[in-house]
């Protein structure tokens, strides 16, 4: 067999220079955010039992998760979410803590991708996950935190867009179908397929249900779309609940001055059994995939032992790079500075060297013989200031 | 704002595209007349068009890179992904179907069967609703040809008219799924330039009716 050791795996890659620079640059943004907020920071293994991200049927697909065995045969995953550690840490060492409790993340999340499809197999994410309190405050807490996420980020053409679960949970739960088609007519609405979903929807015994889920993807938009969908859920007192509340919600976010930056879909269905309510992505311009998401999760830690309510978002840090990195040509920062120690001055000069960064200039330390091969070097390199250190410092230009 | 992109299946799909748009009243001098050109522009519409295989129009509106794709809805169903299909343009009609040599009986003994086909997704999800375990064999080229070398017992593909089985002694043994072309749309495009993509949208369905 062929030896691998020259490639990195499908999906990975190595992180250089400006481009690690410029992540870090988003991620302290983010972590400020964050902090400012009171949120604190937990960082969980990068390898669990598999059994943490497979509890429920809250789980995330087995498939797509990296496994390994450990020495007593079982399961291990490679960490494929925050939230359900986070749960996890929730039920057991933080079992004590005082509710609300605020907390953020920044790591590296994993899954199988399809092949050939140029997809990342390890993602950077930073989210945060606000637990124990179910009020619209906590809702609205959330939802302002991940705008100014990324506003933060000197982001303008974003958007916010916000829906919630509970309206094709409780009409779908009105159907008197078996749970395959409620999947189905599930990812046809994700989807926003309009001909297959009318074509199921036609076969179904509840007319008026029906003739409301036919509509849910078309949806979305602005305020607009409060009235539409009132109209048309007018009979049903569960949902004008939801709405209202929504709207509540919007109208409120409009105080921001951000009208336009925020839209309501009320087809936003994905992960309708891990869901309880109120559902949002963030898009940047540009971008063809979504650069944040999240939700109100009411029931994923009772399945880990503890009834609290959460809701949290998580930002996908590398996306955010490709959508505000526009220049795909990855430099390298050239120190200002090459300090070179003429013999038995070393310690003064690597002292210099540190004061320099003290005055925030990068400088590099020359490990050449003499003074004209440094000159050299520091040509080569495109350095183009020399501080030579013996009694004195003496600075030259080259 | 940048023009909205939309990426169409080159070949069958193309001319059918280009009739409909003709019918939107758009001028598709360039698209008639497109040389070795492969980004092209309707004037007065700030729309670009994109010629692309079949699979990359999918690929292209995936990334965002395209905003509106016209493609199969066998590619679909063989390519999966993440977008909105939202509507069926009604034209290249045809269906999957599962064939084999004419007079044999397909579901018959306890061997297991070997299917040719270009399509092994669609194969898999077909006889996986069956609960039935076969071998998929991926061809590139005349699939009718596996069945007749003996290589498969039966094949998976599209059917049009079923001339190509018949004058080779094959026939249909069952339908798999009715195909046609679709409108797709990337999910952020779509929430992005709302009112553009439902005001085309809108247009496409009133010449469709």
Known sequence: MSKNYLITPEGTKDYLFDELRIRKKIEYKLRDTFEFRG???????????????????????IEKMYKMIDSKGRLMALRTDTTMPIARLCATRLKNEKMPLRLYYNQNVY???????????????????????????????????AIKCLQNLDIDNFRLEIGHIGIFNNLVKLLNISKEEK?????????????????????????????IIKMLPRLFGEKEIFDKAKLLMQNNSDLIKILDYLEKLYSILSELNLSKKIIVDLGIVNRAEYYTGIVFKGYIEGFGEEVLSGG???NLLKDFGRDLTAIGFAVNIDAIFNAVVKVKNISKT????????????????LEHLDKLAQLKIIAEYSLKDGLEETMNFAKEKGIGRIDIVNENINTIEI | MRPIRIALTKGRLEKDTIKLFEKLGFDCEQLHNKGRKLILSIPNENIEIVLAKAADVITYVEYGVCDLGVVGKDTILECGGSFFEILDLGFGKCRFALAGKKGADFYSGYNEKIIATKYPNVTRAFFDKKGMDIKVVKIEGSVELAPLLELSDAIVDIV?????????????YEDVVNVSARLIVNNVSLKMYQDKIENLVKQIESVLN
Do not use: H, W
């Open chain 2, 160 to 172: 049009e008219t079923g001339s190509t089985l018949k004058e080779n002694g094959l026939e249909v």
């Open chain 1, 334 to 349: 050239i120190p200002q500075v090459m300090v070179f120690a003429e013999k038995g001055y070393e310690i003064k000069a």
């Open chain 1, 296 to 298: 109100r999760y009411d």
């Open chain 1, 39 to 61: 949120y604190n920071q937990v960082v969980t293994p990068c390898l669990e039992f598999l059994d943490v991200f497979n509890m429920s049927e809250k789980g995330m697909p």
């Open chain 1, 111 to 145: 899954s199988i991708n399809q092949s050939l499809k140029g997809r990342s197999d390890e993602v950077l994410q930073s989210g945060i996950e606000l637990i124990g309190d179910s009020t619209d405050k906590a809702d609205i807490e959330v939802l302002v935190t």
């Open chain 1, 183 to 211: 999947e189905n007519i599930r990812q046809l609405i994700e989807n926003k397929n309009y001909p297959a979903l009318n074509d199921i929807l036609d076969q179904v015994e509840e007319k008026e249900v029906a003739n």
